[in-house]
T-cell receptor, first 115, second 113 residues
Framework: GAVVSQHPSRVICKSGTSVKIECRSL??????MFWYRQFPKQSLMLMAT?????????EQGVEKDKFLINHASLTLSTLTVTSAHPEDSSFYIC???????????FGQGTRLTVV | GENVEQHPSTLSVQEGDSAVIKCTYS??????FPWYKQELGKRPQLIID?????GEKKDQRIAVTLNKTAKHFSLHITETQPEDSAVYFC????????????FGTGTKLQVIP
């Protein structure tokens, strides 16, 4: 099956700093990537959708200036959490899809802890 | 936008019994319904899916049913085993736009040996 690799798997950062998370499709070209946030014991909440070469589309309530998403190539999307605060601590997970009507595959997720 | 509700939030069954998880969705245009199993700290894994042109699908001990009219779909696990213990999410994918996937709230399944 298709492989999506997400790095880092865990990161601890200080309040006020920025953290970049990478999501790579290893064996297919991902025209669309999705970024989710999952708080403990809760569901996956879609943050934004990105298509290669265009600006990301953010869900209502998600600050685009705080969660910067770049989908510069067909195999890589990045999520940068800027000026992180403890309330940003969460499990961030990406998924990638090759084309329309195809299955989306998940990365292994990133556990972000802001101290 | 799409809204997916899932019940129950927790479910405990004896090993060998069946488990049923139910979901409803709001957007009649959604046409693909995957189910995911997620273990603690891991990525969701697709276990079965169903498209809107099909009413039922089975894969060994797992089956899914879809009632498009009522906008209900359900996951059935038979002969449960301790390794089935996990959190299960239903989801609905929109047919247009970016084909976003909306997840249900999750069901924590515990299979008691």
């Amino acid at each position: 099956g298709a492989v999506v690799s997400q790095h880092p798997s865990r990161v601890i950062c200080k309040s006020g700093t920025s953290v970049k998370i990478e999501c790579r499709s290893l064996d297919f070209q991902a025209t669309t990537m999705f970024w989710y946030r999952q708080f403990p014991k809760q569901s996956l909440m879609l943050m934004a959708t990105s298509n290669e070469g265009s600006k990301a589309t953010y869900e209502q309530g998600v600050e685009k200036d705080k969660f910067l998403i770049n989908h510069a190539s067909l195999t890589l999307s990045t999520l940068t959490v800027t000026s992180a605060h403890p309330e940003d601590s969460s499990f961030y997970i990406c998924s990638a899809r090759e084309g329309g009507n195809t299955e989306a595959f998940f990365g292994q997720g990133t556990r972000l802890t802001v101290v | 936008g799409e809204n997916v509700e899932q019940h129950p939030s927790t479910l405990s069954v004896q090993e060998g019994d069946s488990a049923v998880i139910k979901c409803t969705y709001s957007d009649s245009a959604s046409n693909y319904f995957p189910w995911y199993k997620q273990e603690l700290g891991k990525r969701p894994q697709l276990i079965i899916d169903i498209r809107s042109n099909v009413g039922e699908k089975k894969d060994q001990r797992i089956a899914v049913t879809l009632n498009k009219t009522a906008k209900h779909f359900s996951l059935h696990i038979t002969e449960t085993q301790p390794e089935d213990s996990a959190v299960y999410f239903c989801a609905a994918r929109e047919s247009g736009g970016y084909q976003k996937v909306t997840f249900g709230t999750g069901t924590k399944l515990q299979v008691i040996p």
